[in-house]
């Protein structure tokens, strides 16, 4: 049978236009990619770019303070012009997207910039009711946040708006206590803007080492945002241009802006999946075997819509395997153990392999952790204390687990990534001489197991 073309990508993000662009590209393949936002898909539009960006912004205050003390005496960081920023961070995003488009190009990827939809298991049907066969199809729709049901829902911000605020509010409340929601915490904190934020569970960062999130928790409160755990929101109101909230506790009262950053949800709606016969999971997911192949043979689905590690260098390398898979005839599975992350609070925390409570489950451990003040904050005076911390496998001597706590702990643990999936041990780690004076040193120097389990 003849197609249209030998793959169809539906959605521009990370995963799809790295799968087109190696699809045609490298593999020759006759390909198509259709998006009907703007072409970079969450990390570049909306998420991880722009967000990091503004977590640079925020984090010039407090270098300012620092730099007073080490001679800098007049040195003021003054009030945070967000206009300038914001027209600099859009011309950022359009040259990103410029440059999105231009790859695909120079690839010899077909775009379509409109809604598509599955029609049968080869044939994509876009907003304008032209129709295109494929041999296959790639769904990379990724996800967009959630927000939960309420009186006043609609008034809240997710993350998709903050980018694009006409200015910054004076007061905010953020609720949830996942990644979005400490970054925003700390970010909007940083830009001078007096942040809430609420938390339903106990603690913030669910899923993170124990420890690591205790003591993300505390340097949050003491660079002064106003965080309160076991606090759910109930509902908002307009209130004359501000919003009026009520939680089950602290943080009830009036604020100019309500962030929810209550998670993210697979974007598989009205993607005619009922055409096909692909029957999504709990939240929407799209469900796929190890090689991203769905239900139907000819469809694969990589990134956040599948609702597996929802991180872009997974939907990367996810993309990359189903190329090698489909166009190669190389069967590749994308690599899901060891993932390192970051959460770009300030400081960041840096995380990678299992947490202490995780790895405590699974058998003997030991456990190396030392807080500690670094050089820098100690000469600027502050008491802020960096966290290193191993979790060591008593039988192997592998390192299960590396979390730090501290300024580039997202720098930091791409590196340590690399030697614990190497499968480095403790020893491995002990020879290793240090770098003079870092905080990083800390990871080799630490002799004695602070506890066993
Ligand atoms: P997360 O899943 O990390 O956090 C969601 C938070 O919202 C949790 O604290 C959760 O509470 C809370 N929550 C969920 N539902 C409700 C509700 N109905 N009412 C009140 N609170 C609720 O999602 P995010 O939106 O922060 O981020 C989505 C994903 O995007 C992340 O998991 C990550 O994979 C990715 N990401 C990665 C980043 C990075 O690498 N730096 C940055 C940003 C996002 P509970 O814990 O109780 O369920």
Redesign the pocket.
Known sequence: MNFDFDLFVIGGGSGGVRAARLASGEAGAKVALAEEDRMGGTCVIR??VP?KLMVFASGYPGQIEDARAFGWRQARAGRFDWDHFHERLVAELDRLEGLYRQTLKKAGVTVFDQRARLADPHTVELADGRRFTARHILIATGGR?FK?AMPGAEHALTSNDVFHLERLPETMLI???????C?FACIMNGLGVKVTQI???AQ?L?GFDGEARGHVAELIRTRGVDLHVGT??LEIHENGGNFRVKTTGAGSGEYDQVLF????LPNSDDLGLENVGIETGRRGEIPVDEYGQTAVPSIFAVGDVTDR???TPVAIREAAAFVETVFHGRPTKADHEMVA????TQPELGTVGMGEEEARERGAIEVYSNSFRAMHTGFAGREERALMKLIVCAESRRVLGCHIVCDQAGEMIQLAAVALKMGATKEDFDRTMAVHPTMAEELVTMKTPVRTA
Do not use: H, Q, W
């Open positions: 998420g991880c967000k946040p939960p609720v949830g206590g996942g990644y979005i929601a970054e938390y339903r569970g913030i669910r759910d929101i950053a209550t998670g993210r590690i929802n991180l992350s970051a959460v770009f």
